[in-house]
């Protein structure tokens, strides 16, 4: 099975055998614990559940720490589950990054950074008003909404000011160009969604 649970740390830069400097994203992944293994027969559906970022018993709730004393596990921050026909592990083993190797393709999902209320060109990139004969105050207005008497009222779905950010986004296909298990290490080539201390899941790659 190769997925991971993850922090993201940062970004960096490395350089590669003919010199180039390659923009990295480094993430803290793992180690993680397997909580538990969904089955068809079971659970009508095939899955891992995977546990990450030991925590105090108190954050949690009885159920959460009943769930985890299962199989003897520590008090875990964070429970995903991973999509997998054929599961090869079993519950209490643990998950670390060197599931993973270098020139390998990946997709991490992330929680997008929120940007609060924000206009119609920051949000959806729009052109904004005139900037001369007399648009003082159109500049970074979106501009005509609909029509008059037909329909008379917005479409649903236009798009328009409101909140931006804090999004669930995934990155895809994403070269893998650093594994180190001796610190949890993965780095991977190019920007991953949300901020630095977020919590980011690395599954493999849809598209081959």
């Not at 659970?43 to 030991?54: F, H, P, T």
């Not at 008090?75 to 209490?92: A, C, S």
């Not at 991953?192 to 977020?198: T, Y």
């Amino acid at each position: 099975m190769k997925g991971l649970l993850g922090t993201k740390i940062g970004m960096t830069q490395i350089f590669d055998e003919a010199g180039h400097a390659v923009p990295v994203t480094l993430i803290e992944a793992g180690p993680c614990y397997v909580t538990q293994v969904r089955l068809p027969e079971q659970d009508g559906y095939s899955a891992v559940q995977l546990g990450y970022n030991e925590t105090k018993p108190k954050r949690l709730t009885g159920g959460q720490l009943g769930h985890l004393k299962r199989n003897n596990l520590p008090p875990l921050r964070f429970l995903r589950e991973f999509r997998v026909k054929n599961p090869d592990v079993n519950e209490g083993d643990q998950v670390t990054v060197s599931v993973f190797a270098v020139g390998e393709r990946v997709d991490i999902v992330g929680t997008s950074k929120g940007k609060g209320f924000q206009g119609g060109v920051k949000r959806y990139h729009f052109k904004g008003g005139p900037k001369t004969h007399g648009a003082s105050d159109r500049t970074r207005a979106p501009g005509s909404r609909s029509s008059t008497t037909t329909p008379g009222r917005v479409y649903k779905g236009s798009r328009g000011p409101g909140h931006m950010g804090s999004d669930r986004v995934t990155s895809q296909n994403l070269k893998i160009v650093l594994v180190d298990p001796e610190r949890n290490l993965l780095g991977v080539c190019g920007a991953v969604p949300g901020a630095k201390g977020s919590l980011v899941i690395i599954k493999e790659t849809r598209k081959q």
